[in-house]
């Protein structure tokens, strides 16, 4: 029992991925299973590595927002420095069981650099912050959409969790930015980066979607992917592991005009690019030379 009460969170999470897997199998029986593999087939390699080159992009986009917050808090850090910890935060998050596990990750790395560990945490929080600031205005592209989804109890969890997580949003914000808010000028550099980096993750899933012989409109791919992120930050499942997915599926049909199997062919493309441009995180682990380095440095 203590265990159970111990780790129940955890539980929590692993059991919505489980489920969220188990509908998109049911999504996969009889004839969406022979048209999944078949839309799979429908996308041509050159399409695929266009959507890796693009979520590459909106990756590094990621890695100089947190770059022009380090650098604006005085901390002494290269942009090369910078991109290896966050890729290397960006792969950690594939196993990790939060969503800001990647984060946590970055921390330690950095910590163990020889960091300021103040400054460096709450450059991670301002960085989320930022990074979710710049995905609300994608929402007036998918609120409306959603809103007209023929499902009254979709609706109101759509709501309800939009208005929690804003509130969060502003309560966090004005405790986490007390170094940059005398420096407007990073924050709007930092936001400048979030919106390169979203507008990347949307083109890929453009390219992807172009890449099955559909049209979904760019914007409306905004709005689908802000409210997928809002989504999976609720803490129900591994990382988004199976909720991001469903959702994704979900509003492609819904919203996208897309099939069943099309959809949930976009979705597990997404996961895959997504995994495919973090794997250089692998290799950027510090290793004892950079730590011995890093700390005659300071």
């Known amino acids: 029992m203590n265990w159970l009460r111990q780790n129940n969170q955890l539980i929590i999470r692993l059991a919505g991925s489980l489920l969220a897997i188990v509908l998109l199998g049911m999504l996969l029986r009889g004839e969406n299973g022979a048209e999944f593999l078949s839309a799979l087939q429908r996308i041509s390699f050159s399409y695929f590595l266009l959507a890796i080159l693009s979520l590459f992009v909106s990756r590094v986009c990621t890695a100089w927002r947190w770059h022009v917050l380090l650098k604006s808090a005085d901390i002494q850090i290269s942009f090369l420095q910078t991109m290896r910890l966050t890729f290397m935060g960006l792969f950690a998050s594939n196993f990790l069981p ?9 921390l330690g790395a950095a910590i163990q650099l020889g960091y300021d560990r103040a400054i460096i945490l709450a450059s991670l929080v301002v960085d989320r912050l930022v990074g979710m600031a ?25 709501l309800t969790s939009f208005y929690q997580k804003i509130t969060r949003f502003i309560k966090n914000t004005l405790s986490a930015f007390q170094i940059w808010l005398k420096k407007p000028y990073a924050l709007f550099s930092s936001l400048m980066a979030t919106f390169g980096n979203m507008a990347f993750i949307f083109l890929t899933i453009y390219i992807l979607i172009i890449g099955l012989d559909r049209f979904v409109s760019y914007w409306l791919i905004a709005g689908i992917w802000g409210l997928t992120y809002f989504v999976t930050l609720i803490p129900i499942s591994i990382n988004g592991f199976g909720l991001q997915e469903l959702s994704v599926t979900f509003l492609l049909v819904e919203v996208g005009g897309l099939t069943h199997a099309e959809s ?11 995994l495919i441009t973090s794997l250089p995180g692998a290799f950027s682990f510090p290793t004892f030379s950079d730590i011995t380095k890093q700390n005659i440095n300071n």
């Open 264 to 274: 949930l062919t976009i979705a597990v493309l997404i996961r895959a690019v997504f």
């Open 98 to 106: 939060t969503t800001i596990g990647g984060d946590v990750a970055r």
């Open 134 to 158: 710049g995905m609300i205005f994608t929402l007036p592209f998918g609120i409306g959409p959603a809103l007209a989804i023929k499902s009254a109890g979709l609706q109101s969890f759509a």
